[in-house]
């Protein structure tokens, strides 16, 4: 095995990092932190505090904002929140994408020692009402864009739910309705913030499993202490100095677009960029370049998209720099063309929304091997076992694991703290990943050994898409799997059997595909749609699963 890099005491003092008793790299978290303060707040006084710290790009204008000018606005709606009953613990759901008005919110919820529920505009009517239901919120900020989804799931929710809107706002609002505006106008001057534990809930995900419906997933304040570390790592060492800009097109309602990028760029006193429009390839390369963009997190799909640009440079003068990625396998060629053709550094990295960070890349330690996703980063323990929890050889396909007392692991499932049995393997945190890992410690990535489907970056559990087909008149019974893609990893295949009376044509796919698109999320909604007579099932009566991929390899369409 090549030398490791984390022999070097330097590398570890620059990242971050301790050594315990014996000697092993170490992430120690402090007793008390709050992403708030450790982010924005601590750049709001002092050298920084003039510095950019948002970028805001809606077509139309551009608004930027320093630290001191954001810390200032989220004391107010802290403050206008607090007023209007939002109490230290309680979830409140932001609903507003990237915007000033999300960042603002964030920031004012920690401060208040509550917890920031995020939720995804691309989530559709049941998707919200599920996860709103679920968290038992009583608070959501929303806009013009989210408003029907929210709008849709409020008559079926148990509890009442006080809206707060962000402009522009329709005409005809009623007198008593909480305006963003209106709580940006509370006096902050007698307002100080909670001083939380680093163990106290600070964000509420929604996450899909590979059964059931999404669970809400807490992570606690230290969340954003155990990611610097490996943050550093992804992002080349490159985190010092003057005039970083950060962006990416990932939704700022999960972790690869607020915990890999948001935050982090605020921790370290840098300028984050927020724009709101949907991806698009040449688009994004514009944006950055207009910027000034040095830094950037991206899912492979993106990535694969921006490399069918032909000369991406021309006529742009880009100041990109670093590059990082991950939520799905990167193909190698990817990574040549980041480095030969758009000239920057692509760093892939590894982990689950329940425990992160596992492996990845560092160019400016050690070599990248187009293909794998790198090494298992200092402060972390990782291994590749059989299904017995005992490690397989150097070569040899295992499951990958980490340990129990992983420094990124969450709080546990909303209304179940604590670590799943799911997730455990003896002394082991479970992935469900497959992969080998060589003689000189690179990790390559061999697929899934459960049901999970990872399209494009995102989490996509078949229960819930079955469970939305199986509602539309026309579906008997259906069966979701995921299938290879060479652009999004794996897409959402429906196995499908008529009900009586429907044809399985191309309309009727259409219709199925459109209805899972407007119940759920338009990214949870097929890709396929195969229509069957019958299901294969195992002796127990349960569908089986591998076969149906199987019939989707071979090109069956029923």
């Known amino acids: 095995m090549t030398a490791s890099p984390w022999d070097n005491d330097a590398t570890l003092l620059r990242l971050g990092l301790s050594r315990d008793s014996s000697g092993t790299p170490c992430i120690v978290i402090p007793p008390r932190a709050n992403i708030a303060a450790d982010t924005v707040g601590r750049h709001a006084r002092g050298s920084r505090a003039s510095a950019t710290a948002l970028i805001v790009d809606s077509g139309d204008q551009v608004e930027r904002w320093s630290f001191a000018e954001l810390d200032a606005a989220a004391n107010r709606l802290a403050a206008g929140l607090r007023a209007a009953g939002v109490e230290a613990g309680a979830p409140?759901?932001?609903?507003?994408?990237?915007?000033?008005?999300?960042?603002?919110?964030?920031?004012?919820?920690?401060?208040?020692?509550?917890?920031?529920?995020?939720?995804?505009?691309?989530?559709?009517?049941?998707?919200?009402?599920?996860?709103?239901?679920?968290?038992?919120?009583?608070?959501?900020?929303?806009?013009?864009?989210?408003?029907?989804?929210?709008?849709?799931?409020?008559?079926?929710?148990p509890q009442q739910v006080t809206l707060v809107l962000a402009g522009p706002l329709p005409d005809g609002l009623p007198p008593d309705t909480l305006t963003l505006d209106h709580l940006l106008g509370t006096d902050a001057s007698g307002f100080e913030p909670v001083d939380t534990r680093s163990d106290a809930p600070a964000l509420l995900m929604y996450t899909s499993g590979s059964?059931?419906?999404?669970?809400?997933?807490?992570?606690?304040?230290?969340?954003?202490?155990?990611?610097?570390?490996t943050v550093r790592l992804f992002y080349d060492l490159d985190t010092e100095g003057e005039g970083l800009v950060f962006w990416t097109p990932a939704d700022w309602a999960w972790v690869g677009g607020l915990l890999d990028l948001v935050l982090p760029a605020w921790a370290e006193g840098h300028a984050v960029l927020a724009c709101p429009d949907r991806f698009d390839a040449t688009a994004a390369l514009d944006l950055m370049a207009r910027h000034r963009v040095t830094h950037s997190f991206m899912t492979p799909t993106a990535l694969k998209r921006l490399a069918q640009v032909p000369a991406p440079r021309d006529g742009r003068d880009?100041?990109?720099?670093?590059?990082?990625?991950?939520?799905?396998?990167?193909?190698?060629?990817?990574?040549?063309w980041c480095e030969d053709t758009l000239g920057v550094v692509c760093n892939e990295?590894?982990?689950?929304?329940?425990?992160?960070?596992?492996?990845?890349?560092?160019?400016?330690?050690y070599p990248i091997r187009p293909g794998s996703m790198g090494r298992a980063y200092p402060g972390r323990r990782v291994a590749i076992v059989d299904e017995t929890g005992v490690e397989v050889p150097e070569g040899e396909v295992g499951e990958i694991v980490s340990a129990a007392d992983d420094p990124t692991l969450f709080l546990g499932y909303r209304g179940a703290p604590g670590v799943p049995d799911a997730l455990r393997l003896g002394p082991w945190l479970r992935t469900r990943d497959l992969a080998r890992r060589d003689a000189d410690g690179y990790v390559w990535y061999q697929g899934r050994n459960d049901d999970l489907i990872k399209s494009a970056g995102y989490r996509i559990g078949p229960a819930e898409v079955e469970d939305a087909?199986?509602?539309?008149?026309?579906?008997?019974?259906?069966?979701?799997?995921?299938?290879?893609?060479p652009e999004r990893g794996q897409i959402v295949t429906a196995f499908v059997r008529p009900a009586s009376g429907h044809a399985p044509d191309d309309a009727l796919s259409r219709a199925l595909r459109e209805h899972v698109?407007?119940?759920l999320a338009a990214y949870k909604a097929p890709r396929r749609v195969?229509?069957?007579?019958?299901?294969?099932?195992?002796?127990?009566?349960?569908i089986r699963r591998a076969a149906l991929r199987r019939m989707g390899a071979d090109g069956e369409s029923g």
Do not use: W
Not at 128 to 144: I, K, N
Not at 211 to 229: E, S, W
Not at 469 to 485: K, M, S
């Open 469 to 485: 087909l199986l509602r539309h008149p026309a579906v008997a019974e259906a069966a979701v799997v995921g299938l290879p893609d």
């Open 530 to 542: 195969i229509f069957v007579d019958e299901f294969p099932m195992t002796s127990s009566g349960k």
């Open 517 to 519: 698109r407007a119940t």
């Open 92 to 157: 409140v759901a932001v609903h507003t994408g990237q915007s000033l008005a999300t960042a603002l919110a964030h920031l004012a919820i920690y401060k208040l020692g509550a917890v920031v529920m995020t939720l995804s505009q691309l989530y559709g009517p049941e998707t919200v009402r599920h996860a709103l239901a679920d968290s038992g919120t009583r608070f959501v900020l929303t806009d013009a864009a989210g408003r029907d989804a929210i709008a849709a799931a409020l008559p079926e929710l």
């Open 211 to 229: 059964t059931g419906l999404p669970k809400g997933l807490m992570h606690a304040h230290r969340i954003l202490g155990a990611y610097m570390p």
């Open 318 to 336: 880009l100041a990109l720099r670093v590059i990082c990625t991950g939520g799905e396998s990167l193909p190698g060629e990817v990574v040549t």
């Open 349 to 365: 990295f590894y982990g689950l929304t329940e425990f992160n960070h596992l492996v990845g890349n560092c160019r400016a330690l």
